[in-house]
């Protein structure tokens, strides 16, 4: 994309200030400093959503609605999305990709010599719950997960699942109530679910529950689609080598994550930043970033046949589908919900609180973020 | 109180009382010198076997390709030897490496000479609350540095301090204060009085006394003191964190970064990462090992 | 003579102007930071606004201290932090010994031992936390890597375990790497303990008949305790600050892991600052119970000197 941007704004400069490592742990603390220190970046990549929230309270991002206005932004990107951007009748970021975190990845050896159908789809999880039985029983990981933050996404595509799109979102608006029985049936799921997942779990990053499937040591793995990069990358091929489809009873539903891009307060070069913000937001800017990685444009007019066969059914469910936040991925909850919601996972993964106290806590967690 | 320490404290060590057999818990009649010995070596052997283990590891997955160094051949020999990890490991850390070492040595210099001022006075300036003066300054040594990380942040962005090395500089003197000045005091106990007496008598005041007699006496000290800060402000981790970033900070933050933080891991630059990064202080502990120990002994506070 | 009848300020000037940079900056960074960091935990200083000035700030007594200790949470951190110093300090105290008990009589290669007992002091705890998350992977059997692969290609097989991964004594797995990392300098201090008892008092000893056992159970332990003192001060302290060793093998996320430090360092991230400021509190409370007579003991001393 910094290709675009130079072409489209060849009088500004960009430097790229990427702090690596630590999944973005390690940026978000040199961002919290340098914002604190009134030393702003011109611009930093955050999730769209409630993960911003923080920085919005704290009165340290500018207003870009207008620029919205400007660059034709409310007709380019799906009305849906643009609901979920909005606070309090502001937007504070553009989006650059659109990523979908309620994908199952499959690898058809392992399930057809577990006797399954590699082309199989589950319409509900207990029907899923059949084909993981068999998986196990054949010997090989059923489900393949990893560390705190791969258990929380999975826990809401279970919530997603079970509740539906609807009650989905109401778990953070505050209009589902999170003790209630449908609540603790989707729990009791999870729980379910995660006695298919390897014990040695949270030892691991992403990359390596993928891998495992990959290697052919387990059958599933629930990650988001930027885990089509791994599969490309050790040249398998779609269809063949691995296939994938919705979590299993979301299908219609597209569960977003979205990288975007923000104008702090008191940026140094606003101008520069507005440029790239253009950048960003255009077609020509989206098209050439998603394409190198894997997600999708978040603007309604991208051309699908510029993408992989994956990213076209990707194009396809978000113009039609319902789009739910995730939260996993700082789209549904800010900071702090999110930390105590990953605490009460990990200790729930680890036994050491049962599906009544696990239940309190989650509800205890999002409870932090509506006292606000 | 504690001796000058360094040499006359390892050749202490290798001194033997002469003529005292080696009886540990032996059972009598049997063979005394024979078994006990063997066991102890046995004992030695395993021990340092034991202690060797990471080593082992870390050395051997440095120099293994990708495939090879995967968990499940942790204990392998390399199937072949590579230097890739350590050219990898070297592009990625060795800034961080200069930085480290443009963050360590004016620390290290700045708080030993501190240190070295503070254990001149309170040595010699016998003044009531001196003894509680010194445990004050002593208790900043113990103090769990989260009891004052939120205000220190807040403090450290007031006074615009650059984020990075500048502020570690800062915080290494600041809080290396109390350990320089506990090994200082403790070698100015032990240096006679009277070569300082003998200079006050000359009409020497105190500054002067200290420029001129004491600072010329003080190199074994300076040198325990200067290893002693600079391995443990290369080795901090805490304040690096809280104030610096992969990109502006020391070894540390960037190995732990290039280790934990990769998409997708790579053991090999990993350990060989490691290696770079700890061996700095290791040549120091090699070249300078009985001033390391001294070091350690002397900052130990004897009860 | 002459100077030392001299009072006055040229008398005191000189060493305060000496020891004057250290008592400032003593003053502000140590107690003057920890009278702020209380202030702040009084608060109720949890979100981002309020840290900018966006909202306001009001004082709420201890009511932090109350509701982190009261937590389940919080006091699985203080128990993690209890059994992780339990475990590190024996461990320790006893290899520590028993390294400088096997040293303390004439070995050959003595200087090798003693430097290879030692080096793993002179590395951080981050590069040592590379191997050593290698080292305690959970996986046993089949999968097996790291200390449990090495049990069963030396034929203690049974001797494999979870390491942290167990949510109740996990954390008692990182103390390894640590004392792999510390045990050198406990014997070290034994050493120069052992070297600090006069022949005299142990000839005498056996010249009594005391047999081998009686002669450390009545002089050399009792001579060796100040030594040991010393020792646990020391590393008791350092254990409680336990941080970087967890963020190097574990992660901030993990429950099996958590300590108080690494809470501090969450809720720093979430915003947190007036919790971040009472578990910092905490800590020092903790470790000051634990050095603070130590000290005091130790000046008392001196006075008496």
């Given at each position: 994309?910094?290709?675009?941007?130079?072409?489209?704004?060849?009088?500004?400069?960009?430097?790229?200030?990427a702090?690596?490592?630590?999944?973005?742990?390690?940026?978000?603390?040199?961002?919290?400093?340098?914002?604190?220190?009134?030393?702003?970046?011109?611009?930093?990549?955050?999730?769209?959503?409630?993960?911003?929230?923080?920085?919005?309270?704290?009165?340290?991002?500018?207003?870009?609605?207008?620029?919205?206005?400007?660059?034709?932004?409310r007709?380019?990107?799906?009305?849906?999305?643009?609901?979920?951007?909005?606070?309090?009748?502001?937007?504070?970021?553009?989006?650059?990709?659109?990523?979908?975190?309620?994908?199952?990845?499959?690898?058809?050896?392992?399930?057809?010599?577990?006797?399954?159908?590699?082309?199989?789809?589950?319409?509900?999880?207990?029907?899923?719950?059949?084909?993981?039985?068999?998986?196990?029983?054949?010997g090989?990981?059923?489900?393949?997960?990893?560390?705190?933050?791969?258990?929380?996404?999975?826990?809401?595509?279970?919530?997603?699942?079970?509740?539906?799109?609807?009650?989905?979102?109401g778990?953070?608006?505050g209009?589902?109530?999170?003790?209630?029985?449908?609540?603790?049936?989707?729990?009791?799921?999870?729980?379910?679910?995660?006695?298919?997942?390897?014990?040695?779990?949270?030892?691991?990053?992403?990359?390596?529950?993928?891998q495992?499937?990959?290697?052919?040591?387990?059958?599933?793995?629930?990650?988001?689609?930027?885990?089509?990069?791994?599969?490309?990358?050790?040249?398998?091929?779609?269809?063949?080598d691995?296939?994938?489809?919705?979590m299993?009873?979301?299908?219609g539903?597209?569960?977003?994550?979205?990288?975007?891009?923000?104008?702090?307060v008191?940026?140094?070069?606003?101008?520069?930043?507005?440029?790239?913000?253009?950048?960003?937001?255009?077609?020509?800017?989206?098209?050439?970033?998603?394409?190198?990685?894997?997600?999708?444009?978040?603007?309604?007019?991208?051309?699908?046949?510029?993408?992989s066969?994956?990213?076209?059914?990707?194009?396809?469910?978000f113009?039609?589908?319902?789009?739910?936040?995730?939260?996993a991925?700082?789209?549904?909850?800010?900071?702090?919900?999110?930390?105590?919601?990953s605490?009460?996972?990990?200790?729930?993964?680890?036994?050491?609180?049962?599906?009544?106290?696990?239940?309190?806590?989650?509800?205890?967690?999002?409870?932090?973020?509506?006292?606000? | 109180?504690?001796?000058?320490?360094?040499?006359?404290?390892?050749?202490?060590?290798?001194?033997?009382?002469?003529?005292t057999?080696?009886?540990?818990?032996?059972?009598?009649?049997?063979?005394?010198?024979?078994?006990?010995?063997?066991?102890?070596?046995?004992?030695?052997?395993?021990?340092?076997?034991a202690?060797?283990?990471?080593?082992?590891?870390?050395v051997?997955?440095?120099?293994?390709?990708?495939?090879?160094?995967?968990?499940?051949?942790?204990?392998?020999?390399?199937?072949?030897?590579?230097?890739?990890?350590?050219?990898?490991?070297?592009?990625?850390?060795?800034?961080?490496?200069?930085?480290?070492?443009?963050?360590?040595?004016?620390?290290?210099?700045?708080?030993?000479?501190?240190?070295?001022m503070n254990?001149f006075?309170?040595?010699?300036?016998?003044?009531?609350?001196?003894?509680l003066?010194?445990?004050?300054?002593?208790?900043?040594?113990?103090?769990?540095?989260?009891?004052v990380?939120?205000?220190?942040?807040?403090?450290?962005l007031?006074?615009?301090i650059?984020?990075?090395?500048?502020?570690?500089?800062?915080?290494?003197v600041i809080?290396?204060?109390?350990?320089?000045?506990?090994?200082f005091?403790?070698?100015?106990?032990?240096?006679?009085?009277?070569?300082i007496?003998?200079?006050?008598?000359?009409?020497?005041?105190?500054?002067?006394?200290?420029?001129?007699?004491?600072?010329?006496?003080?190199?074994?000290?300076?040198?325990?003191?200067?290893?002693?800060?600079?391995?443990?402000?290369?080795?901090?981790?805490?304040?690096?964190?809280?104030?610096?970033s992969?990109?502006?900070?020391?070894?540390?933050?960037?190995?732990?970064?290039?280790?934990?933080?990769?998409?997708?891991?790579?053991?090999?630059?990993?350990?060989?990462?490691?290696?770079?990064?700890?061996?700095?202080?290791?040549?120091?502990?090699?070249?300078?090992?009985?001033?390391?120990?001294?070091?350690?002994?002397?900052?130990?506070?004897?009860? | 003579?002459?100077?030392?009848?001299?009072?006055?300020?040229?008398?005191?000037?000189?060493?305060?102007?000496?020891?004057?940079?250290?008592?400032?900056?003593?003053?502000?960074?140590?107690?003057?930071?920890?009278?702020?960091?209380?202030?702040?935990?009084?608060?109720?200083?949890?979100?981002?606004?309020?840290?900018t000035?966006?909202?306001?700030?009001?004082?709420?007594?201890?009511?932090?201290?109350?509701?982190?200790?009261?937590?389940?949470?919080?006091?699985?951190?203080?128990?993690?932090?209890?059994?992780?110093?339990?475990?590190?300090?024996?461990?320790?105290?006893v290899?520590?010994?028993?390294?400088?008990?096997?040293?303390?009589?004439?070995?050959?290669?003595?200087?090798?031992?003693?430097?290879?007992?030692?080096?793993?002091?002179?590395?951080?705890?981050?590069?040592?936390?590379?191997?050593?998350?290698?080292?305690?992977?959970?996986?046993?059997?089949?999968?097996?890597?790291?200390?449990?692969?090495?049990?069963?290609?030396?034929?203690?097989?049974?001797?494999q375990?979870?390491?942290?991964?167990?949510?109740?004594?996990?954390?008692?797995?990182?103390?390894?790497?640590?004392?792999?990392?510390?045990?050198?300098?406990?014997?070290?201090?034994?050493?120069?303990?052992?070297?600090?008892?006069?022949?005299?008092?142990?000839?005498?000893?056996?010249?009594?008949?005391?047999s081998?056992?009686?002669?450390?159970?009545?002089?050399?332990?009792?001579?060796?305790?100040?030594?040991?003192?010393?020792?646990?001060?020391?590393?008791?302290?350092?254990?409680?600050?336990?941080?970087?060793?967890?963020?190097?093998?574990?992660?901030?996320?993990?429950?099996?892991t958590?300590?108080?430090?690494?809470?501090?360092?969450?809720?720093?991230?979430?915003?947190?600052?007036?919790?971040?400021?009472?578990?910092g509190?905490?800590?020092?409370?903790?470790?000051?119970?634990?050095?603070?007579?130590?000290?005091?003991?130790?000046?008392?001393?001196?006075?008496?000197?």
């Amino acid at each position: 994309m910094v290709g675009v941007f130079n072409k489209q704004h060849p009088d500004v400069k960009f430097i790229n200030g990427a702090v690596a490592g630590g999944a973005g742990s390690a940026a978000k603390d040199l961002l919290q400093t340098r914002l604190q220190a009134k030393n702003p970046p011109d611009t930093f990549q955050a999730h769209a959503g409630k993960e911003i929230a923080d920085y919005i309270a704290a009165g340290q991002l500018q207003d870009v609605s207008n620029l919205y206005d400007e660059f034709g932004l409310r007709s380019a990107f799906p009305p849906a999305l643009l609901k979920l951007l909005t606070v309090d009748g502001k937007i504070y970021s553009v989006p650059a990709d659109i990523h979908r975190a309620n994908m199952v990845w499959a690898n058809p050896a392992v399930l057809t010599a577990a006797g399954l159908d590699p082309k199989a789809t589950y319409a509900k999880l207990s029907d899923w719950f059949t084909a993981l039985d068999k998986v196990k029983a054949s010997g090989k990981t059923a489900l393949s997960i990893a560390t705190t933050w791969t258990q929380v996404q999975l826990l809401e595509n279970v919530l997603l699942s079970d509740l539906g799109s609807d009650k989905y979102i109401g778990l953070w608006t505050g209009s589902t109530d999170w003790k209630g029985s449908d609540v603790g049936a989707a729990l009791a799921d999870y729980s379910k679910l995660l006695t298919y997942t390897n014990t040695d779990r949270d030892n691991l990053d992403w990359p390596d529950a993928t891998q495992q499937v990959i290697d052919g040591k387990a059958a599933f793995n629930v990650m988001g689609d930027w885990a089509v990069a791994a599969f490309v990358e050790q040249k398998k091929v779609a269809g063949t080598d691995y296939t994938y489809f919705p979590m299993p009873g979301t299908t219609g539903v597209f569960d977003f994550l979205a990288d975007s891009f923000t104008l702090p307060v008191g940026a140094p070069h606003a101008d520069g930043a507005k440029a790239w913000l253009q950048t960003v937001g255009s077609a020509e800017g989206q098209t050439a970033f998603n394409k190198a990685k894997g997600s999708i444009p978040a603007r309604t007019d991208a051309k699908p046949a510029d993408f992989s066969e994956y990213q076209q059914t990707a194009i396809k469910s978000f113009g039609q589908d319902t789009i739910v936040p995730s939260l996993a991925h700082g789209a549904a909850v800010p900071i702090a919900v999110l930390t105590a919601i990953s605490d009460a996972v990990s200790k729930f993964g680890t036994g050491s609180s049962n599906a009544a106290t696990f239940q309190t806590e989650l509800a205890a967690a999002v409870a932090l973020g509506a006292s606000k | 109180m504690t001796a000058i320490p360094a040499p006359t404290a390892a050749a202490e060590v290798l001194k033997r009382r002469p003529g005292t057999a080696p009886t540990a818990v032996v059972p009598p009649g049997a063979k005394r010198f024979g078994v006990a010995r063997t066991l102890r070596y046995l004992l030695l052997l395993f021990f340092l076997l034991a202690v060797l283990i990471p080593v082992y590891v870390l050395v051997v997955t440095s120099f293994k390709g990708p495939g090879d160094a995967s968990p499940d051949r942790a204990w392998t020999w390399p199937q072949a030897w590579t230097v890739d990890n350590w050219r990898a490991a070297w592009t990625t850390l060795s800034p961080a490496i200069l930085r480290t070492v443009q963050m360590v040595v004016p620390a290290a210099i700045i708080s030993s000479f501190l240190g070295s001022m503070n254990g001149f006075v309170l040595s010699r300036w016998r003044f009531r609350g001196a003894n509680l003066v010194f445990t004050l300054i002593l208790f900043g040594m113990f103090i769990p540095y989260q009891a004052v990380m939120i205000p220190l942040l807040k403090i450290m962005l007031g006074m615009n301090i650059p984020n990075g090395i500048p502020s570690l500089i800062l915080l290494h003197v600041i809080y290396g204060i109390p350990i320089t000045t506990l090994i200082f005091r403790n070698y100015y106990e032990s240096v006679p009085a009277e070569l300082i007496e003998a200079a006050r008598v000359d009409g020497a005041g105190m500054l002067r006394t200290y420029r001129s007699i004491v600072l010329p006496i003080s190199i074994p000290s300076f040198v325990v003191v200067l290893i002693w800060q600079f391995t443990s402000a290369w080795n901090d981790f805490l304040f690096a964190v809280f104030f610096s970033s992969s990109q502006n900070g020391p070894v540390t933050i960037a190995l732990n970064n290039f280790a934990n933080g990769a998409l997708l891991q790579n053991y090999g630059s990993s350990m060989a990462g490691a290696l770079l990064a700890s061996a700095p202080t290791l040549v120091v502990y090699i070249v300078l090992g009985r001033y390391f120990i001294g070091g350690l002994m002397s900052g130990s506070v004897k009860g | 003579m002459s100077v030392r009848h001299r009072k006055g300020l040229t008398h005191w000037g000189p060493p305060l102007l000496l020891i004057s940079p250290s008592l400032i900056l003593m003053g502000v960074f140590v107690y003057g930071l920890i009278g702020v960091n209380v202030a702040t935990s009084l608060t109720d200083e949890h979100t981002s606004a309020q840290s900018t000035g966006q909202a306001p700030v009001t004082f709420v007594g201890v009511q932090n201290y109350n509701d982190l200790l009261r937590s389940p949470a919080f006091q699985h951190s203080l128990r993690n932090l209890l059994l992780y110093t339990a475990v590190f300090l024996i461990s320790v105290l006893v290899l520590g010994f028993i390294w400088a008990w096997l040293l303390d009589k004439p070995v050959h290669g003595e200087g090798i031992f003693r430097s290879i007992y030692l080096f793993p002091m002179a590395v951080s705890f981050v590069a040592s936390g590379v191997v050593w998350r290698w080292l305690l992977n959970s996986n046993q059997g089949t999968s097996a890597s790291g200390l449990n692969r090495l049990f069963q290609m030396i034929g203690l097989g049974f001797l494999q375990n979870p390491w942290w991964n167990n949510p109740n004594w996990g954390i008692a797995a990182i103390a390894l790497p640590a004392v792999w990392q510390l045990s050198g300098y406990v014997m070290a201090l034994f050493l120069a303990g052992f070297r600090g008892i006069p022949d005299e008092l142990r000839e005498a000893g056996r010249i009594d008949g005391a047999s081998e056992w009686k002669l450390y159970r009545h002089v050399i332990f009792p001579q060796l305790s100040p030594v040991a003192l010393s020792a646990v001060i020391i590393i008791g302290h350092m254990s409680l600050k336990a941080f970087d060793l967890i963020m190097s093998i574990s992660k901030p996320a993990n429950y099996q892991t958590k300590v108080p430090a690494v809470d501090m360092y969450t809720l720093k991230g979430s915003y947190n600052f007036a919790n971040a400021a009472a578990v910092g509190t905490i800590l020092l409370v903790i470790v000051a119970l634990l050095v603070v007579p130590y000290l005091v003991r130790t000046a008392r001393a001196e006075k008496n000197r």
